[in-house]
């Protein structure tokens, strides 16, 4: 089945500094979404980018379809961007059903 | 804006208990999933339903069942709960066709 490793699994930031999270699939992606995990948990959508670049805020996400590969870069990091990333892939699934990675953990330092 | 709602937000019980969990969406979706989420692994799809009495079966299914009763409600039910169901729970609907997903808050089980 489909496979979605994340690298790294975890990222220290002095605030201010940039981040670049990397997301690989091992099928081919219909669908691929960014998501924010807080630390309390709550999961909120960042970006829908099955290829291409897309923006939002601080945010930049940029899908390389054929190379089955998609970084997010965070821009000017600040402490409330601490948490998880996450990434999740439809390959075109019956039922539209997304495949998560484990996630890059990271921590934004004042 | 998409909206998904959980409930409960927080629930403890005891092994061989039953419990349900409910997810509502207002966004006129036609497929509803329910996840869970534990350390170490990303989230895993349990079951999915594709409208008002459609029940799909996910990835991890085992000692879960799941209604779908209207468009709007999914109902997750866990009849003999067991510790390995302690989890985070999220719901999320779509409108399919490699739309994306919208998540609900969550729901933190624990099972004694």
């Known amino acids: 089945g489909q496979q979605v490793q994340q690298s790294p699994a975890s990222l220290v930031l002095q605030e201010g500094e940039n981040a670049e999270l990397q997301c690989n699939f091992s099928s081919t992606a219909t669908q691929l979404q960014w998501f924010y995990q807080s630390p309390g948990g709550s999961l909120v959508s960042l970006l829908s980018n099955p290829s291409g670049t897309k923006h939002t805020g601080r945010l930049t996400s940029t899908t390389v379809t054929k190379e089955r590969r998609s970084s997010l870069h965070i821009s000017s990091s600040q402490t409330t961007d601490s948490g998880t990333y996450l990434c999740a892939i439809d390959s075109n699934s019956a039922g539209n059903k997304l495949t998560f990675g484990i996630g890059t953990r990271v921590l934004v330092r004042p | 804006e998409a909206a998904v709602t959980q409930s409960p937000r927080n629930k403890v019980t005891v092994t061989g208990g039953n419990v349900t969990l409910s997810c509502r969406q207002t966004?006129?979706?036609?497929?509803m999933y329910w996840y869970r989420q534990d350390t170490g692994h990303g989230l895993r799809l349990i079951h999915y339903?594709?409208?008002?009495?459609?029940?799909q079966i996910g990835d991890v299914p085992d000692g879960y069942k799941a209604t779908r009763t209207t468009q709007e409600d999914f109902f997750l039910l866990l009849e003999l709960a067991s510790p390995s169901q302690t989890s985070l729970y999220f719901c999320?609907?779509?409108?399919?066709?490699?739309?994306?997903?919208?998540f609900g808050p969550g729901t933190r089980l624990t099972v004694l």
């Open positions: 966004n006129s979706h036609n497929y």
């Open positions: 999320a609907s779509s409108d399919g066709g490699g739309l994306e997903q919208y």
């Open positions: 339903s594709y409208g008002a009495g459609n029940l």
